[in-house]
């Protein structure tokens, strides 16, 4: 197995895995012939690292073998003691790197420690697949915010509901199943107040067998008040209330949620949010489920507010196109590449 296989393989371990605020990070030990003989993954705060889970399954055949991990190791003491100390103790001679950690308690030190404890040490290897094994993660470390995710369910001309907001269903049952399983992957769901008192959604996550964790609800409030039966309210929601201009600052709501470790943002509307998060570039990435339906009038366009000239549309990479049932699914990223 070369490095690049291992590296995969680790990632694959690794990837089902909701360890949030910490990464998802997956660890192999090779031994000195190259057979894998310790595989380990991170559960999330409080449990072991992913390398001290692998390191204590390869047990002696460490040393002189090569310990894989999709994350550099951590040098820090946190709840659990630091993975470059596991390493050096258990005699390992090489270790392969796929991403730097962007934490500042890390930050290249783990890798340069190992370096200069004589280990060889190889970084990005699979860089961009082990980033994506969790984009969340080096967005929070790096901006101090959620990354944003935007889902929205739209007719073929771009509408999210008709003028009397009527909204379900716009997309059949693939696609809703999809946001359900976007919601799974979700630390937080946010709505607007306008969607919570119009829809009452419950923003759970809804899939047959799923017993995994739930995302928080997070519901920005504005001058209406939120009669306390939606059904949202019984779920403990986060309800971020408005400042003295009757609106929520955005910018700040979203620091404040990273602070309290939400890495990964779901928003599910309305038009009224999904438009200032988009103005104020807080969207990441956009997952519209694009119906075989047209409105063929005005109801209520996926982004509320006007679309004054084209130099104020948003440019966004769409990165996927992918057919759910009778609905397209496109999914879009902000920002640089
Ligand atoms: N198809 C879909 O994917 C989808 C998803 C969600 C919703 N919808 C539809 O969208 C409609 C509701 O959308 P909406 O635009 O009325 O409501 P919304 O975007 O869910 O909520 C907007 C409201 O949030 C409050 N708010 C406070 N601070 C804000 C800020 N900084 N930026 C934006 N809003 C802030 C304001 O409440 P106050 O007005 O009380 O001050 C504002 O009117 C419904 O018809 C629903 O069915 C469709």
């Known amino acids: 197995m070369d490095d690049r296989q291992a590296m995969l393989e680790a990632i694959t371990l690794a990837s089902p895995a909701m360890p949030h605020p910490n990464p998802r990070v997956g660890a192999l030990v090779l031994d000195s012939s190259g057979a894998v003989v310790g595989r380990g993954f991170h559960e999330g705060p409080g449990r072991p690292h992913a390398e001290a889970l692998a390191l204590a399954e390869a047990g002696e055949r460490a040393a002189g073998g090569t310990v894989v991990a999709t994350l550099e190791p951590c040098r820090h003491h946190g709840r659990t003691p630091p993975c470059t100390g596991a390493i050096l103790a258990s005699g390992a001679a090489r270790v392969v790197i796929g991403a730097l950690d ?38 929070h470390r790096r901006t101090g915010r959620p990354r944003v995710t935007l889902k929205v369910a739209m007719t073929l001309d771009g509408q999210v509901a008709g003028a009397d907001g009527t909204s379900r269903w716009i997309t059949g049952p693939d696609a809703r199943r999809d946001g359900h399983a976007l919601r799974s992957r979700s630390d ?75 890495v990964d943002l779901m928003v599910e509307g309305g038009p009224t949010l999904a438009s200032a998060l988009l103005r104020e570039s807080l969207v990441d990435r956009i997952v519209a489920h694009v119906a075989g339906l047209v409105g063929g009038g005005v109801g209520r366009p996926a982004f509320g507010g006007v679309f004054a000239t084209l130099a104020d549309a948003v440019p966004v990479r769409i990165v996927s196109v992918e057919r759910l049932g009778p609905d397209l699914r496109v999914e879009c990223e902000t920002g640089p590449e």
């Open 102 to 139: 962007p934490d500042p308690r890390v930050a290249g030190g783990g890798a340069a420690d190992l370096e200069a404890a004589g280990l060889q040490v190889e970084v990005g290897v699979a860089a961009a697949e082990a980033e994506a094994l969790d984009p969340g993660y080096f967005h």
């Open 188 to 262: 937080a769901v946010m709505v607007g107040a306008g969607t919570v008192l119009s829809d009452d959604p419950s923003l759970d996550v809804r899939l047959e067998g799923y017993d995994g964790p739930q995302p928080i609800p997070v519901i920005v409030a504005g001058t209406r008040p939120i009669p306390a039966d939606r059904t949202v309210m019984g779920r403990d929601p986060i309800v971020l209330e408005p400042g003295g201009g009757g609106t929520v600052d955005l910018p700040v709501a979203l620091r404040t949620l990273g602070e309290a470790g939400i």
